[in-house]
């Protein structure tokens, strides 16, 4: 990503900011860091945080599993992937990486089966069962599991890291009964909120950062230049 362009999102941001358009979330741990990923799809996590035996669980895979990669690449674990869409699939067939396995589910407040809506622009991979405009394109049943169901199906009792990007479905993932009563067996979560669709707005990020802070996770880390991705952590 360019200086410039770089630069025009971070303003974008404090704009929005303070017009309100944009949660402001403050970062109340001040850790050590060590960025994993691309421009595109990356979080920082805390510094020396894993080692080969950690669990990483990453949810909504699409067609970018850079910040996974990284994290496989430098600590030599184990990674479980959960992404329901057909592409997602493709892509982690072709791409056959190390230590990745794919499961064929997505993360939602309740285990169940859904519809789950494409996007309009066949160019792009990532979908939602939540329903929004730029997703009007084809509509596929899916089978969805809550983080309880998650754990059994990996058969873990804890995950180190779990990242989620599932498209508007977070918010209610976080205010689940199976994420409240599992969510002491995280240690960090790094999350892609999207407050920008209309559908939300800041408010529902600013919930959502509340509840995680009832359930004991503080912030740790906010994307500078996007303030979609956070990190945050067991405190």
């Given at each position: 990503?360019?200086?410039?362009?770089?630069?025009?999102?971070?303003?974008?941001?404090?704009?929005?900011?303070?017009?309100?358009?944009?949660?402001?979330?403050?970062?109340?741990?001040?850790?050590?860091?060590?960025?994993?990923?691309?421009?595109?799809?990356?979080?920082?996590?805390?510094?020396?945080?894993?080692?080969?035996?950690?669990?990483?669980?990453?949810?909504?895979?699409?067609?970018?599993?850079?910040?996974?990669?990284?994290?496989?690449?430098?600590?030599?674990?184990?990674?479980?992937?959960?992404?329901?869409t057909p592409r997602a699939a493709?892509?982690?067939?072709?791409?056959?990486?190390?230590?990745?396995?794919?499961?064929?589910?997505?993360?939602?407040?309740?285990?169940?089966?859904?519809?789950?809506?494409?996007?309009?622009?066949?160019?792009?991979?990532?979908?939602?069962?939540?329903?929004?405009?730029?997703?009007?394109?084809?509509?596929?049943?899916?089978?969805?599991?809550?983080?309880?169901?998650?754990?059994?199906?990996?058969?873990?009792?804890?995950?180190?890291?779990?990242?989620?990007?599932?498209?508007?479905?977070?918010?209610?993932?976080?205010?689940?009964?199976?994420?409240?009563?599992?969510?002491?067996?995280?240690?960090?979560?790094?999350?892609?909120?999207?407050?920008?669709?209309?559908?939300?707005?800041?408010?529902?990020?600013?919930?959502?950062?509340?509840?995680?802070?009832?359930?004991?996770?503080?912030?740790?880390?906010?994307?500078?230049?996007?303030?979609?991705?956070?990190?945050?952590?067991?405190?």
């Open positions: 990503m360019s200086r410039l362009r770089t630069t025009y999102r971070m303003a974008r941001v404090r704009f929005r900011q303070v017009t309100g358009d944009e949660p402001k979330i403050p970062v109340n741990v001040k850790i050590p860091l060590e960025f994993h990923g691309n421009d595109y799809c990356g979080w920082a996590i805390p510094k020396n945080f894993l080692n080969a035996s950690s669990i990483i669980v990453d949810v909504g895979v699409g067609e970018d599993i850079s910040f996974t990669q990284s994290l496989i690449e430098t600590y030599g674990c184990q990674a479980e992937g959960f992404d329901p493709e892509f982690i067939d072709e791409l056959r990486p190390y230590n990745f396995k794919l499961h064929r589910f997505g993360l939602s407040d309740r285990s169940g089966s859904a519809i789950f809506n494409l996007p309009t622009n066949e160019q792009y991979v990532s979908g939602s069962i939540v329903a929004a405009e730029h997703l009007e394109g084809q509509k596929i049943q899916v089978k969805l599991l809550d983080l309880a169901d998650l754990l059994a199906t990996i058969g873990a009792n804890k995950i180190d890291i779990l990242k989620i990007d599932i498209e508007g479905s977070e918010y209610d993932v976080l205010e689940s009964a199976s994420f409240i009563e599992n969510a002491s067996k995280i240690r960090a979560i790094c999350i892609e909120f999207h407050h920008r669709w209309k559908e939300f707005g800041a408010s529902k990020t600013a919930d959502a950062v509340r509840r995680l802070q009832q359930l004991g996770f503080e912030c740790a880390w906010a994307s500078p230049v996007t303030n979609e991705e956070f990190l945050f952590v067991q405190s």
